[in-house]
């Protein structure tokens, strides 16, 4: 008995691989071979003056593809809704620019630290120009606890910035 085309095609489909140009058409014959929950092909439609900026975003940050700063985008806009809506545990950085010479602001910000030592895995600061440090904290924990550190530390006389940049996954469990 001969296979024909329709009966390859269900066949691959049916195992989970199939390539995403052949979008399940019977009678279609697939060219790479992906497996289907790695890639989806869709299409989109943007205007021209988009396209451009997009090409040239693809070429300035040195993108394989469209699809691969579109995906890029993506993650960082669900990223964002995540992070908004405050659910889960994420990792992240805090990172914060203060002159080390206001009277008690480290003692400040070491006691905001040591009250939240169960979300930050470690710490780092880094001399910058004239009396500034620049100090960045590792932490791990709800999106909610993590938002609350940022914004007292942040909002420490003294502190001339600071952000919270989380994660799209947290770290494993540290023994």
């Known amino acids: 008995m001969n296979a024909s085309p329709e009966d390859a095609t269900v066949a691959l489909r049916d195992s989970g691989w199939v390539s995403p140009a052949a979008g399940y058409a019977i009678g ?38 469209r699809s691969q700063a579109i995906a890029e985008m993506a993650r960082e806009r669900l990223l964002e809704a995540h992070e908004e809506q405050g659910t889960g545990s994420m990792a ?59 914004d007292e530390l942040t909002a420490t006389k003294g502190v001339k910035n600071g952000r919270l940049h989380l994660t799209a996954t947290a770290m494993p469990q540290l023994m």
């Open 28 to 65: 279609t014959t697939p060219t790479a071979m992906t497996p289907r929950k790695t890639a989806v092909r869709f299409s989109v439609s943007v205007p021209s003056d988009l396209l451009d900026e997009l090409d040239a975003l693809v070429r300035r940050r040195g993108f394989k593809s």
């Open 92 to 150: 992240g950085t805090i990172s914060l620019v203060y002159d080390h010479r206001k009277r008690n602001l480290q003692s400040a910000l070491a006691a905001i630290q040591h009250r939240y030592y169960l979300y930050i895995v470690s710490s780092m600061h880094v001399h910058l120009e004239h009396h500034n440090y620049l100090e960045v904290l590792l932490v791990q924990g709800p999106v909610e606890t993590l938002r609350r550190l940022a």
